[in-house]
């Protein structure tokens, strides 16, 4: 059995963006780990004390106390237990200096809000109240987990240069994270996302990772330099992967989608679409530059489509991915788009205008050949490190 990190993978097509390691992914426009050795550490646990001095042996109780006194190029330790969300990150670190908010070692840390097993939250009240808020610049948040809030992460107010590591982002109303409001140049790397769901709206809107422009935001688009590595997204009520309007190009690499769309939540007015990648409309309130780019992801048993356009009319490019037993497969239409050594395998029908450049995909009568359809492995917990278990899944040979 093979272990492979998504983040790095080199996948056996040709002409795909490289990435010979971490450290390119780490140092391009977004925080690295590079905090100096002697730098302070700050601890919190849930049975600590925030009039106490942010010890290991003397712990602060809440996240908000460790971010009122921490400085760029230090370190918060979160221990084991669960915390409530309705904490706001404004700090912000430097290029050279990113702050880093982590789980202490292997212990579990979770982020709870006030959506509960009974599927019911009042969307009259404060959404960031009941959310985990991040609008401070060159941050690491990497090894924890929120659920049942309402936004579940939020990243917006331009929040840019981020990196959001190894996080589990489940069972939220609105979606797992939501990256909008002119936040650029993160990186979301090894993160999860599962089982949001919009109870009030019958699964119109909970995506797993929602990337979108809104004009009732100080800036109505998402900003520049945004991508996303090696993340899964499953059983989501909506998508798994929603760029509705999001205005600037986001990159997708080595990214997974799978059972979004699908109705476990037995509502009778079950309104879910449950695509893969969703990967529009375009920004029409002036900033149509939504040229993503899709690469070396796969999408399987999703309700809806693997990969669809959305009616996206920026040409995007779409290289080296595989749909497998979608109801409906590849989708590019409007728009001056390329698809390059794409697979379908048994996802039903492709719609491809002829405004779409196409090179040897599948559907061009190119054959290829999948190592596995055996998907148990890909599907099973990360380690410490972010690392999934891939075992030939859907790797063209």
Not at 35 to 51: C, H, L, M, P, R
Not at 320 to 341: C, M, T
Request: include cysteine.
């Amino acid at each position: 059995m093979k272990i492979k990190r998504l983040a790095l993978t080199l996948l056996a097509w040709t002409g795909l963006l490289m990435f010979s390691g971490c450290d390119q992914i780490d140092e391009a426009d977004t925080a690295g780990t590079n905090q100096k050795d002697t730098a302070a550490e700050y601890f919190v646990s849930t049975d600590g004390n925030d009039s106490a001095d942010g010890t290991f042996d003397a712990p602060f109780q809440t996240l908000q106390k460790a971010l009122s006194v921490v400085k760029p190029g230090e370190r918060v330790y979160l221990r084991g237990g669960s915390y409530p969300v309705g904490v706001t990150i404004s700090v912000s670190g430097t290029e050279d200096e990113p702050i880093t908010i982590e789980s202490f070692q292997e212990e579990k840390v979770v982020f709870v809000g006030p959506y509960g097993e009974d599927k019911i939250y009042d969307t009259d009240r404060n959404l960031f109240d009941d959310s985990l808020v991040v609008l401070g610049n060159w941050l690491i948040l990497k090894d924890f987990e929120v659920k049942n809030a309402a936004q579940g992460m939020y990243v917006g107010g331009g929040a840019s240069h981020n990196r959001f590591e190894n996080l589990s982002l489940h069972d939220n109303y609105w979606g797992g994270l939501i990256l909008t409001d002119g936040a650029a140049y993160n990186t979301v790397i090894n993160c999860d996302a599962y089982r949001n769901y919009d109870a009030n709206t019958h699964g119109q809107h909970a995506d797993g990772f929602d990337i979108r422009g809104r004009s009732t935001d100080t800036i109505p688009y998402v900003g520049e330099g945004n991508r996303f590595v090696a993340c899964r997204s499953w059983e989501n009520a909506d998508d798994g992967y929603d760029c509705w309007e999001a205005g600037n190009a986001i990159v997708f690499i080595d990214c997974l989608a799978y059972d979004n769309g699908n109705n476990i939540w037995d509502d009778d007015d079950f309104q879910g679409d449950g695509n893969g990648f969703k990967l529009g409309i375009h920004n029409r309130d002036g900033y149509p530059r939504d040229r993503h780019e899709v690469i070396g992801c796969k999408a399987w048993k999703n309700a809806g489509w693997g990969f669809d356009s959305n009616d996206n009319i920026v040409g995007m490019e779409i290289r080296q991915n595989v749909a497998w037993d979608n109801r409906l497969s590849f989708k590019f239409i409007y728009g001056p788009h390329h698809l390059i050594e794409n697979v379908s395998i048994d996802s039903g029908v492709n719609y491809i205008d002829g405004n779409a450049t196409e090179e040897n995909n599948s559907w061009n009568g190119v054959a290829y050949t999948i190592e596995s359809f055996d998907d148990t492995a890909i599907r099973g917990d990360r380690d410490r490190d972010g690392n999934v278990t891939v075992d030939g899944f859907l790797e063209v040979l």
